[in-house]
């Protein structure tokens, strides 16, 4: 009976370090990238990469990678129509157009947030994760066509 136990339990470890990452890899190669920038924050010290996806269904994707940014109160990830922002920027004050992606899911790793249908990314050039509290930006990615 221990056998068999161990070797349920040896599967299912092995299934869960290595079987989402096929699936992962299979849906991210059926989707097109759009446009794609790394990350920036000297205050906030923001690295990464933001990238745009366009799924077969025509639905948009804003996928972050190697993220990792400072914990905060009230961070969103925001599209915002500027070519890039600086540490200091104040999108509520300043009234610069942006799209509400949500709230961040971690202030590390890989997350995926839906953009919402109809959104103009010519208008919309840079990512940025924003904390709504003190009106800071902690990064920018300034995205570029892919």
Known sequence: MLPKVTSVLACALLMSAFGPQ?????????????ETG??????????????IYQEPDGTLVLRLTDFKTSNGPDVHVILVAVKDAEDNSNFLKTGTARVELGKLKGNE??????????????KYQTVSIYCERFNANFGAAPLEKF
Request: charged letters at 20%; aromatic letters at 8%; a positive charge.
């Open 22 to 34: 096929p699936f992962a890899r299979a849906q991210e190669s059926s989707a097109k990238t759009l």
């Open 38 to 51: 790394t990350f920036h924050g000297k205050v906030h010290q923001t690295s990464g990469r933001a990238t």
């Open 109 to 122: 790793g890989d997350q995926n947030y839906s953009i919402p249908k109809g959104t103009d990314l010519k």
